[in-house]
């Protein structure tokens, strides 16, 4: 696909903001390594092989019996004995002497001159997924170690594996409130703008009731209502969020919709969908770039304030403000306090850098040396 002249240039601006671009690779590079995460930071084996057959524990569900165990539900991967079980091919007098026969099975390939089958376990870099609960020595949350990066919370949960999981979930959740608010924020703005007249005040009406609604307040008492869950966040949170990119969008087709290659158009015969999408949004991109690292950073905000006040998210779920709470919560472990801090400032700079680049492009009086 050959990009237009006009979308070259964009593109080749962007690429001259060194800030920019250095901060989309590294934004690519970590919420590319989060979206993987279960690869990363993982309670299960990324792969066994026992007996010769090879499993997928962090895909499929496996029972304790499936390598030689006693029980029916899911084998506890973590635990000496069924991981002595692997290795050892499912020798029975692994739960009576685990570390001797998984010492003896590895140097030897035998336990009591008997030739076993050695099976192998792949983990991931982090043994531990974001709810896993650690068994520590001493009290949590513990300061961080060889064991733990950085360190555990106050439930002895892995904050680094929670961080990776944490990431993911509040850039996905910023993202995908941008995109639902912007379609519709830009398609009401569109309307009112282009059309005018009765259209644009009632429109204008209806958004200046809407928008003095408090919406965090809503989100608490929806909350407090029904089990919040992300996908009715998500809806929440552009429900009340779209109002943002009217004013400017509005603000622009109002000013392009008399312009002379927009009444040309019309003398031509074109529709108005087709002089909205492809001859005055164009120009309205500029301004609503402008606004898009505001939604991006406030939504993340948004949910860490949701999250750290207990009307967000689950609290089983990997959050950010949940472990800014943490933070809070437990002054004596200030590794929480640090961990939170650099990761919603890494977060954020990068998005903002990136959008601040994507929206320079777009506008026509940057240019770059």
């Not at 991967?77 to 692994?94: K, M, N, Q, T």
């Not at 008492?221 to 089990?227: E, K, L, S």
């Not at 919560?329 to 890494?346: E, G, H, K, S």
Request: glycine share 8%; proline share 5%.
């Amino acid at each position: 696909m050959t990009l237009s002249p006009l979308n070259q240039r964009r593109v080749r601006n962007f690429k001259k903001n060194t800030r920019a671009l250095w901060s989309l690779w590294i934004f690519v590079v970590l919420f590319g390594l989060s979206l993987f995460a279960e690869l990363l930071a993982n309670e299960k084996p990324i792969l066994v092989n026992y007996r010769g057959d090879l499993h997928v524990p962090i895909a499929k569900f496996y029972p304790e019996t499936a390598f030689g165990g006693d029980f029916q539900t899911e084998a506890v991967y973590r635990d000496a004995e069924v991981e002595c079980l692997i290795v050892s091919g499912g020798l029975g007098d692994c739960f009576d002497f685990p570390d001797e026969v998984m010492e003896e099975v590895r140097e030897t390939g035998a336990y009591d001159g008997t030739s076993v089958e050695r099976g192998w376990v792949l983990w991931p870099p982090i043994r531990y997924s974001y709810n896993t609960v650690a068994d520590i020595s001493g009290a949590a949350p513990s300061a961080p170690d060889g064991e733990h990066l950085l360190g555990t919370d106050d439930t002895a949960r892995d904050v680094l594996a929670r961080v990776i999981y944490g990431f993911r979930l509040s850039v996905s959740f910023a993202l995908l409130v941008t995109l639902f608010t912007s379609i519709i924020g830009i398609t009401a703005g569109a309307v009112q703008g282009f059309f005018g007249g009765w259209t644009d005040l009632i429109f204008q009406r209806v958004i200046e009731i809407w928008g003095s609604t408090p919406s965090l307040y809503i989100i608490i008492i929806v909350a407090a209502i029904i089990p919040m869950n992300f996908w009715l966040l998500v809806g929440l949170m552009t429900l009340f969020g779209w109002t943002a990119l009217v004013g400017v969008v509005r603000a622009e087709f109002l000013r392009a919709r008399n312009f002379e290659y927009v009444r040309a158009a019309r003398a031509l015969g074109v529709g108005n969908g087709t002089i909205m999408l492809r001859h005055v949004l164009p120009n309205a991109m500029v301004a609503t770039l402008t606004l898009l690292p505001f939604i991006v950073t406030g939504t993340i905000g948004g949910l860490a304030s949701l999250d750290f006040l207990g009307f967000g998210l689950p609290s089983s779920a990997p959050s950010l403000g949940e472990l800014t709470l943490q933070a809070k919560q437990n002054l004596q472990a200030p590794w929480l306090a640090f961990t939170a801090f650099i990761t919603f400032a890494v977060m954020l700079s990068l998005l903002v850098f990136i959008f601040e680049g994507i929206r320079d492009a777009f506008d026509p009086r940057k240019t770059f040396s």
